[in-house]
């Protein structure tokens, strides 16, 4: 699994508009596709990307993530092909 700077839910972006008050969010926003609660019992090798350290929403998902995991920071763009690289390889081995 491959989380490369994961955003906040969807329910939690609209919540916080203003303009979503005059919608029934209820009906409209009966999913919530937050991956915390199953990355917190997964298994299988997750590799969590920021970028520059811009979304603390991926070091919120990695903490609480079950091992084996892996975080890394790209600066400016940087490494991005080699972690990748290094990422799949270690996993399909």
Do not use: C, H
């Not at 029934?24 to 999913?31: C, Q, T, Y």
């Not at 990355?39 to 603390?56: H, Y």
């Not at 991005?80 to 690289?85: K, L, P």
Request: aromatic content about 10%; glycine content about 6%.
């Amino acid at each position: 699994v491959i989380l490369d700077a994961p955003n906040e839910p969807a329910w939690k972006i609209i919540q916080s508009d203003g303009r979503a008050k005059i919608l029934p969010m209820w009906l409209l926003l009966n999913e919530r596709f937050d991956p915390a609660d199953a990355l917190k019992s997964l298994s299988v090798s997750k590799l969590f990307i920021d970028r520059n350290g811009a979304k603390p929403r991926t070091e919120q998902l990695y903490q609480g993530a079950a091992s084996p995991k892996e975080y890394f920071e790209l600066k400016n763009g940087s490494g991005y092909a080699e972690t990748m690289q290094r990422y799949l390889d270690q996993t399909f081995r």
